[in-house]
């Protein structure tokens, strides 16, 4: 089992920046892949953001490209999530998920273990 505990959230204006944290505990976080996920009112969850386990490799969605920036830490079993320049339209709430398999890292029904997630609000 792995548990994830995201934090960060919160109230922000069009235009400004939050670094969201996930903690992992459990299992070895090296050997998972991590990834961001978001879902908005009455929308399917989407893919954010994800980083393979060793950091190596990085995608993001087409809509937050640019903008934020995933990173980890293995050493504190964390992951973070970096937004800047932040708009209204990404508003939702923000989950971690972990997996091991490398294959399918957009699709979050692919995930082994997800955090409770963290309401992000952006005003306009």
């Known amino acids: 089992q792995v548990q994830l505990v995201e934090s960060g959230g919160g109230l922000v204006q069009a235009g400004g920046a939050l670094r969201l944290s996930c903690a992992a505990s459990?299992?070895?976080?090296?050997?998972?892949?991590m990834g961001w996920f978001r879902q908005a009112p009455g929308k399917e969850r989407e893919f954010v953001a994800v980083i393979t386990w060793s950091g190596g490799t990085i995608y993001y969605a087409d809509s937050v490209k640019g903008r934020f920036t995933i990173s980890r830490d293995n050493a504190k079993n964390t992951v973070s999530l970096q937004m800047n320049s932040m708009k209204p339209e990404d508003t939702a709430v923000y989950y971690c998920?972990?997996?091991?398999?490398?294959?399918?890292?957009?699709?979050?029904?692919?995930?082994?273990?997800w955090g409770q997630g963290t309401q992000v609000t952006v005003s306009s």
């Open positions: 998920a972990a997996k091991q398999n490398g294959f399918t890292l957009f699709r979050s029904g692919t995930y082994d273990y």
């Open positions: 459990g299992r070895t976080f090296s050997n998972y892949h």
